[in-house]
């Protein structure tokens, strides 16, 4: 969902399963998506083993989610049916569905349908199966095609839908080639019409995966190309979970979003519709936005917008959400090993930061922005300063900057250098003290027990990313203070309880990793002059 977010797609949609069988969790994909990743979401329903107390059911969390696009399909025969047959209180044809969705709540929700510009397979009269489709199209929002390889025919079907008076978007459906024995099984079942030059093209290379992908995205240009030089503007690409195919179409068809677009604050903005407002976020989530979503959820919001009011009884309340690893033990154990000393535990968070290891529990993978200052920390993990957190000195670099640009056109973004890490008590004692001899620093240090260290004198947040940008207030985002680490920090050690977890009880790695909880401290440190890049690496040496 992250990697769809920065090519900036309009909407996303997440398929009903048949019957709603898999309901719950289309529900739960499709709320995270709103309210973690910031894609707007269309889900789709389906008429299939759906009597009416399931559909109303589907539709008041869908709102309460906050999602307003759906998908109004028949839906495919169930599970072992080779018949699609209608239930008792359901409803026998997507054209029903529009009309109670309709009914129920009247424009809250943007409606989309499915057409077949080759026609219905199970419908035997063409005639026939255009009328009911333009009948179901005067009531919806918006058409997504089936799949097709005939841009031909799909022109031509377009033009008899306008000439039959509707006047909606229609988004045609491009399924890349990403398998050959996959493109056949789906055409062969769709009766999709695959023009010769495509199976002439295929069967030379429908051995080799490589290959077929690589012609799959050629073509799935061309026929987007072809498209646009008729008028078509949207298109519907069918991921099938598989993004890196869609992503290389959308390089190829220069749709690249601009950072605006993808990226209008440093980090994506909820869809929840409680959220709507959100404009500041403390920096210490930042890889863990899923947690910090569900975790704020009955906090309280800030006048000026920031979410989670540190006066709120609620405030750092762990209930409702459980910590855990992003991996199963056993994956855990293929990426983190058995470390038996610190050295070891030092050298793993190093490889991260060098990009050699692929995650660590406190974050799946670097930021893009951190990347300027990997080496350097690097260099400070080998000295036992295990870091999960950080963004280099920005000093006005235009909004636009591919690496930490964000915000509006034509603005400048600024941000103080920032060091989240673990660190032993002896190790702390030195560093606070050499802390106390450059008066731009400030810190909070806290461990598991809730023994805090700090230089701050001043409650309140600290921004550490702001922007400038014309015609507008100064922007900031990105915030540190003290009553969110402290709420922040009981995540931040649970998660060395999860990693201890994975080894049998007892063993050398639980003991270590879980000694490194029980005493070990949690720290951030700001370098409030964001004119000195590196003077926070200088308090490591």
């Not at 009948?135 to 033009?159: G, H, M, P, R, S």
């Not at 405030?315 to 991996?327: A, M, P, Q, R």
């Not at 920032?418 to 001899?437: D, T």
């Amino acid at each position: 969902m992250e990697r769809m977010y920065t090519l900036g797609p309009e909407f996303v949609d997440v398929t009903w399963g048949a019957g709603g069988a898999q309901s719950e969790l289309t529900l739960q994909i499709c709320t995270t998506a709103q309210s973690v990743a910031g894609l707007e979401t269309c889900m789709h329903l389906t008429c299939t083993n759906m009597p009416r107390e399931k559909i109303d059911w589907a539709l008041k969390n869908a709102k309460e989610a906050g999602i307003q696009n759906i998908l109004a399909l028949r839906g495919d025969p169930p599970h072992g049916h080779s018949d699609w047959q209608k239930i008792d209180t359901g409803f026998a044809y997507a054209i029903d569905l529009v009309k109670y969705i309709r009914e129920q709540y009247g424009d809250y929700f943007c409606i989309g349908v499915a057409g077949y510009p080759e026609n219905h397979i199970e419908n035997p009269d063409p005639e026939a199966d255009f009328r009911h489709f333009i009948e179901k199209a005067k009531l919806a929002d918006y058409v997504v095609t089936q799949l097709f390889y005939d841009c031909d025919i799909y022109l031509a079907w377009v033009d008899r839908v306008r000439a039959a008076g509707v006047t909606i978007p229609i988004l045609p459906g491009i399924m890349p080639i990403q398998m050959y024995g996959g493109f056949k099984r789906m055409t062969t079942l769709s009766k999709t019409r695959v023009p010769a030059f495509i199976d002439a093209a295929l069967e030379p290379i429908k051995d080799d995966d490589k290959a077929v992908k690589e012609y799959g995205v050629r073509l799935a240009i061309d026929m987007c190309n072809k498209l646009r030089a008729h008028g078509q503007k949207g298109f519907h690409f069918y991921c099938m979970n598989l993004e890196k195919s869609v992503r290389l179409i959308l390089e190829g068809l220069g749709f690249v979003a601009p950072i605006e677009v993808a990226k209008p604050l440093p980090w994506n903005p909820s869809l929840a519709k409680n959220r709507e407002k959100e404009s500041v976020r403390p920096i210490f989530w930042r890889n863990r936005t899923r947690s910090y979503v569900l975790r704020t959820e009955s906090w309280d919001d800030y006048p000026n917008g920031r979410w989670g009011d540190s006066r709120s009884p609620a405030y750092g309340d762990l209930d409702g959400y459980g910590v855990s690893l992003k991996f199963t033990p056993e994956e855990a154990l293929k990426v983190w090993g058995t470390p038996k000393t610190h050295q070891e535990i030092y050298t793993l968070f190093a490889e991260f930061c060098k990009g050699n290891l692929s995650a660590l529990p406190w974050c799946d993978n670097m930021a893009p922005e951190s990347e300027s200052i990997k080496s350097p920390l690097a260099s400070v993990n080998m000295k036992g300063f295990l870091t999960i957190n950080s963004q280099p000195a920005v000093d006005g670099i235009p909004s636009s900057d591919p690496r930490v640009g964000w915000g509006p056109k034509n603005g400048f973004v600024y941000q103080k250098a920032y060091v989240e890490f673990f660190v032993s008590p002896e190790a702390l004692q030195k560093l606070i003290k050499k802390l106390g001899e450059n008066p731009y620093i400030t810190y909070y240090a806290v461990n598991k027990q809730g023994d805090l260290k700090t230089n701050v004198q001043a409650e309140g947040p600290n921004a550490v990313t702001w922007g400038v940008f014309p015609g507008q207030e100064i922007v900031q985002p990105t915030v540190v203070d003290g009553m969110s680490f402290m709420a922040w920090k009981d995540e931040a050690f649970e998660l060395w309880n999860q990693w201890a977890r994975i080894y049998a009880p007892g063993s050398e790695s639980s003991k270590l990793i879980q000694s490194v909880s029980d005493t070990w401290f949690l720290m951030n440190v700001v370098n409030n002059n964001y004119r000195d890049a590196q003077a926070i690496f200088e308090i490591f040496n």
